[in-house]
């Protein structure tokens, strides 16, 4: 049977500017270096979970290692793994590990729970052999005292909403897709959260059907304004679209429009039962890669 991969590296409000042709390049070389494995019959969930760590450790992408610092000066990340037989393991706003995508995948293997939050998530990464480890970059502390600066000294809520708004303008999140030879079907995303981040907020990507979802019939990772996802649970629908007969295709650009309605920005994207692949977005740049047998 054949297999498929796609990845994303974030949809973005704006032209990508000089740093696009160089994210571009990126997610081309992971999808080169992990389809190696998908040649030699490696499982999805592999696949999966080492093409997000990947997307990860770069410091361009808003996951892992250059997640966004929220307003309190933590760094807090979400990230979600399900598989088409509709195993799941999520963390949400968890602290101080490299790769969050591995500790939701290692939440997967030992479901007692689907997800773990805040401290309790950051217990059993340490349980599990997880290395501390700071994501933090000069970037990423950049932007955090420009955000400070602007607040004035007052970290409130109700001072972040009037002084940065709804409205993000850069869009991150990583999520990766994958149908292996064997037909199973895993697809994952982790995200840094957003630009301007009160503490403790959680997006989109730690929640299954809103972020991030898998069954047998298609595999869907989103980015974009994790507060509009959530309010279409746009990953469940496009599953339900495909399950119902819709085109891959279709089910994304339906559900996409959706998204559009409610003035929500981002993209998706998905692999079906079918060996359909497909990615749409509403936002003037969404990275991504691709590739099948």
């Known amino acids: 049977m054949p297999?498929?991969?796609?990845?994303?590296?974030?949809?973005?409000?704006?032209?990508?500017?000089?740093?696009?042709?160089?994210?571009?390049e990126i997610c081309n070389n992971i999808v080169?270096?992990?389809e190696q494995d998908l040649k030699k019959g490696a499982a999805a969930l592999d696949v999966c979970e080492r093409a997000i760590n990947l997307l990860e450790d770069h410091p361009l992408f808003d996951a892992g290692t250059g997640s966004y610092i929220q307003t309190d000066g933590e760094i807090r990340m979400?990230?979600?793994?399900?598989?088409?037989?509709?195993?799941?393991?999520?963390?949400?706003?968890i602290s101080g590990v490299k790769n969050p995508i591995s500790v939701a995948r290692k939440i997967l293997e030992n479901p007692l729970?689907?997800?773990?939050?805040?401290?309790?998530?950051n217990q059993f990464a340490r349980e599990s052999g997880f290395a501390?480890?700071?994501?933090?970059?000069?970037?990423?502390?950049?932007?955090?005292?420009k955000i400070l600066h602007t607040l004035g000294g007052d970290r409130s809520y109700k001072n972040v909403a009037a002084k940065f708004g709804?409205?993000?303008k850069s869009l991150g999140t990583v999520g990766c897709v994958v149908r292996d030879s064997k037909g199973m079907i895993v697809a994952g995303t982790s995200t840094g959260g957003r630009e301007v981040c009160y503490q403790g907020r959680v997006g989109?990507?730690?929640?299954?059907?809103?972020?991030?979802?898998?069954?047998?019939?298609?595999?869907?990772?989103?980015?974009?304004?994790?507060?509009?996802?959530?309010?279409?649970?746009?990953?469940?629908?496009?599953?339900?679209?495909?399950?119902?007969?819709?085109?891959?295709?279709?089910?994304c650009a339906k559900a996409v429009a959706k998204l559009g309605?409610?003035?929500g920005r981002g993209g998706v994207i998905a692999i079906s039962h079918r060996g359909e692949i497909s990615y749409q977005y509403n936002t003037k740049a969404m990275d991504f890669a691709m590739a099948s047998d």
């Open 78 to 93: 979400d990230a979600s793994l399900m598989t088409g037989d509709l195993d799941l393991g999520c963390v949400i706003q």
């Open 3 to 24: 297999y498929q991969i796609i990845i994303h590296g974030g949809a973005y409000s704006h032209d990508g500017g000089d740093e696009a042709a160089l994210r571009k």
């Open 261 to 263: 309605e409610i003035d």
């Open 204 to 251: 989109d990507s730690g929640q299954p059907g809103n972020g991030t979802y898998a069954n047998k019939y298609a595999g869907i990772s989103c980015t974009g304004v994790g507060e509009k996802i959530m309010r279409i649970g746009v990953a469940r629908i496009i599953a339900l679209y495909v399950e119902f007969g819709d085109t891959l295709d279709n089910a």
């Open 132 to 145: 501390t480890h700071d994501p933090k970059t000069p970037h990423t502390k950049a932007i955090h005292d």
């Open 32 to 34: 080169k270096e992990v």
């Open 166 to 168: 709804p409205h993000a």
């Open 113 to 121: 729970h689907c997800t773990l939050s805040g401290e309790g998530a």
